[in-house]
């Protein structure tokens, strides 16, 4: 059984909350992104059968935005760096994650992200 399926059928679990470190949440560049479609990693989070969090104290780049992007909630800093575009590690968003932050955030607030 993997992980995920693990933490899903757990019958004491009733939300699910990710945290990173205070200075950063999680950040990852082409290859992160590969592999956490390569673990069904976004898919597991975006039909998690509970409420998942993203508690993002620290800065949250790339592959790790777009984690938080998909929890039904993100907690975010006020002095914390938030962005999806990550040109340094090769991720450039994709029409469909361009969509996905849009139709998320907006498309002003998306644009900033992206």
Known sequence: ????????????????????????????GREHYNEAIAQDLYQSVASFPYPVIAAM??????????????????????????????????LFPSAEEDRLFSKRFGQVRAANFL
């Open 57 to 90: 104290q620290g800065d949250a780049a790339g592959a790790g935005f777009l984690l938080g992007a998909l929890c039904d909630f993100m907690v975010c800093s006020e002095t914390a760096s938030y962005r999806y575009t990550h040109p340094d590690a090769g």
């Open 1 to 28: 059984m993997k992980q995920n399926e693990t933490v899903r059928n757990a019958d004491s679990i009733k939300v699910l909350i990710f945290e990173g470190t205070q200075s950063a949440f999680a950040r990852g």
